[in-house]
């Protein structure tokens, strides 16, 4: 079975300071895909980045940067210089194929606070 | 445009109603879905349409019924819930990927339903 780890639950950082959020996987599969997910208050998921296993270069967009390794399962989101727009939750997750359709699987969730 | 509409914003209903929730996309995604999301937790996958056709219900109870009028809409009607139902309840849109490749799944940004 699939399962996604986010081990810190909460996480606080003062403005401009740099946070990395952590997200550990398992899966059996060899062609997998990861994606990372910002959720604030309002509610909405929003939709950050999507990796699959065979890219593992790693990304920067903007003050966001994300750390593929495959060798130790490990897929990090890094936010440079935070802002307290960056308050949110946040979600890693990580997708299998069941009956032709991509499911899914949600790590617990980091709640990143910026103070201001 | 990466838009997924979902109405009402908020609803609540007693357990003897009946209600639906809606949701919409024009993004030519011909995979939905609906999710439900307990505070402070995951979203929890419930059904999957692939082609307007149910692909996947999640052992979802019958007084959560899922429709799918045409491509770009979904329903979700509700019949004699439990407080216990009460959560954030997000639509998603996708793309059908192929064999070997998945495509991002984009929220909308819920349906905060209170059963008393």
């Known amino acids: 079975a699939q399962k996604v780890t986010q081990a810190q639950t909460e996480i606080s950082v003062v403005e401009k300071e740099d946070v990395t959020l952590d997200c550990v996987y398992e899966t059996r599969d060899t062609t997998y895909y990861l994606f990372w997910y910002k959720q604030p208050p309002s509610g909405e998921l929003v939709f950050l980045i999507r990796r699959n296993s065979f890219d593992e270069q790693n990304e920067i967009s903007g003050r966001y940067s994300w750390n593929f390794q495959k060798s130790t399962s490990s897929f990090n989101f890094t936010i440079t210089a935070s802002q307290v727009v960056d308050s949110a939750v946040y979600f890693c997750?990580?997708?299998?194929?069941?009956?032709?359709?991509?499911?899914?699987?949600f790590g617990t969730g980091t709640r990143l606070t910026i103070i201001p | 445009d990466t838009e997924v509409t979902q109405t009402p914003k908020h609803l609540v209903m007693g357990m003897t109603n009946k209600k639906s929730l809606k949701c919409e996309q024009h993004?030519?995604?011909?995979?939905m879905y609906w999710y439900k999301q307990k505070a402070k937790k995951p979203p929890e996958l419930m059904f999957v349409?692939?082609?307007?056709?149910?692909?996947i219900n999640e052992s979802v109870p019958s007084r959560f019924s899922p429709e799918c009028p045409n491509s770009s809409l979904l329903n979700l009607h509700l019949h004699a819930l439990q407080p216990e139902d009460s959560a954030l309840y997000l639509c998603a849109s996708s793309q059908v990927g192929g064999l070997a490749s998945t495509d991002t799944q984009y929220f909308g940004p819920g349906t905060r339903l209170t059963v008393l």
């Open positions: 349409y692939s082609y307007e056709k149910l692909s």
């Open positions: 993004m030519g995604h011909r995979a």
């Open positions: 997750a990580l997708s299998e194929r069941l009956f032709g359709n991509e499911k899914l699987t």
